[in-house]
């Protein structure tokens, strides 16, 4: 009877710890990559330590594809964001303003994004 209690109460655990874990898929990880790049620009200099860990931890268990593709909207970004276009700049800042917003909060602000939009699956 204990063994079973034993076993019931590491999988209690290992289920709470997945589901505060966050997952986020492969086009939203590229976006946050874009974003982080954006964020980091001397064009923007945006305080990057909440999507610095976002990036970092949600890179692994990503496919070789993807992070390939990271690298590559990985430049692009600082290329548009180095870009003396005076529209490519506005652009830039104003896609940090906006769409870039909640993930330069971090985890806790995908997370809280998420809850407050209703599921599209």
Known sequence: M????????????????????????DI??????????LAGSSLIQAD????????????????????ERAKTERSRAARQARSGDEAVQTSVRNEVAGACQVWLGGEESVKAARANTPSAD
Do not use: M, W
């Open 2 to 25: 204990k063994f079973i209690a034993i076993i019931s109460a590491v999988a209690a655990i290992a289920a709470a710890g997945s589901a505060s874990a966050l997952e986020i898929k």
């Open 28 to 37: 939203e990880y590229l976006q946050a990559v874009r974003c982080h790049a």
């Open 48 to 67: 990057t330590n909440a999507i610095d860990a976002l990036v970092r931890d949600q890179r692994y268990g990503r496919s070789p594809h993807v992070q």
